[in-house]
Every structure is written in structure tokens, then in C-alpha cells.
């Protein structure tokens, strides 16, 4: 079982997070903490499709 934001994740929750990462990783621009950690211990083979922290840190920069 994952948790977001202190809230519980449901199965069919992870199962949608999995397939987002894996099927839509060159779309995805920012993952706070908390979804990097999900990624890195349901399926630590994905954290490579992530964006680097570095792209993270940029977008909070640009948003301001």
C-alpha cells in the first residue's frame, strides 16, 4: 500500500499511478517527493523514466 498526501492509495490508485509512469513518462514534467517515493518502492525500474530533480526544482522557478 502507497500513501499521498497522508491518504491511502487503492489498488486500482497504484495501478494507475504504474501506468502513467510507464506509458506516459516523456509527457510527464514534475514529481514532487512524495510521488518519487511511491515510484521508488512499488517499482524502483521506473524512477529512471522520471524527470531529474534538477527539471522539478526549474518548474517550481518558473511557476513563480
Do not use: T
Amino acid at each position: 500500500m502507497g500513501f499521498l498526501h497522508d491518504r491511502p492509495l487503492s489498488p486500482e490508485e497504484l495501478e494507475l499511478i504504474r501506468r502513467q509512469v510507464e506509458e506516459g513518462a516523456e509527457v510527464i514534467a514534475a514529481v514532487d517527493d512524495e510521488m518519487r517515493g511511491i515510484v521508488a518502492r512499488n517499482w524502483p525500474h521506473f524512477l529512471a523514466k522520471l524527470p531529474p530533480e534538477e527539471e522539478k526544482v526549474l518548474a517550481v522557478l518558473k511557476a513563480d
